[in-house]
Antibody
Framework: QVQLQESGPGLVKPSETLSLTCTVSGGSISSYYWSWIRQPPGKGLEWIGYIYYTVSTNYNPSLKSRVSISADTSKNQFSLKLSSVTAADTAVYYC?????????WGQGTLVTVSS | EIVLTQSPGTLSLSAGERATLSCRASQSVSSGYVAWYQQKPGQAPRLLIYGASSRATGIPDRFSGSGSGTDFTLTISRLEPEDFAVYYCQQYGTSLPWTFGQGTKVEIK
């Protein structure tokens, strides 16, 4: 049973870079789609992007200029970097795996952007 | 971008009633790559249905999904107390970016 766990700072200052890591157990990140998804407080879900077979990435055009997703196969982790953050980037950030149609999600981590 | 529009925004029903949730896509979703999730406060979304009609592991059979092309439906045959929550549809087909609907809240009448 695959498990995903997000980690990273819970508070980031405006204009800085948000960095999160998703640690995966029970499955290798070398295969399939690994995504980041976010949810602002009280709002809906937004797909941020994915890394596929650790080398191919695709990002939501709404965030493309600021986002980067990478993978570390030695640690079985993948990471999110979001630059030049503002208060609008305050959200619960989830990592998720997609195999075919089945999605597995982490529990999420709240990141607040504030000085 | 495929826009998913869920209706209604809020559904007020009693336990034991049938719930029908709609998700309409602005263009056809390839291969029926539509998922439905349930989300309760403070929790991550829980996958209910994938591929438009396949139940995820451990999901009770009172949950069913149907549809193709641009129109998809989640049906809860008889609402249990634990089913009152927010439900989201998602498309993850060949058209990027993958997108979510805005959600339908199923509340106790």
């Amino acid at each position: 049973q695959v498990q995903l766990q997000e980690s990273g700072p819970g508070l980031v200052k405006p204009s800085e870079t948000l960095s999160l890591t998703c640690t995966v157990s029970g499955g290798s990140i070398s295969s399939y789609y690994w995504s980041w998804i976010r949810q602002p407080p009280g709002k809906g879900l937004e797909w941020i992007g994915y890394i596929y077979y650790t080398v191919s990435t695709n990002y939501n055009p709404s965030l493309k200029s600021r986002v980067s997703i990478s993978a570390d196969t030695s640690k079985n982790q993948f990471s999110l970097k979001l630059s030049s953050v503002t208060a609008a980037d305050t959200a619960v950030y989830y990592c998720a795996r997609r195999i075919g149609g089945v999605w597995n999600w982490g529990q999420g981590t709240l990141v607040t952007v504030s000085s | 971008e495929i826009v998913l529009t869920q209706s209604p925004g809020t559904l007020s029903l009693s336990a034991g009633e049938r719930a029908t949730l709609s998700c309409r896509a602005s263009q056809s979703v390839s291969s029926g790559y539509v998922a439905w999730y349930q989300q309760k406060p403070g929790q991550a979304p829980r996958l209910l249905i994938y591929g438009a009609s396949s139940r995820a592991t451990g999901i009770p059979d009172r949950f069913s999904g149907s549809g193709s092309g641009t129109d998809f439906t989640l049906t809860i045959s008889r609402l249990e107390p634990e089913d009152f929550a927010v439900y989201y549809c998602q498309q993850y087909g060949t058209s990027l970016p993958w997108t979510f609907g805005q959600g339908t809240k199923v509340e106790i009448k």
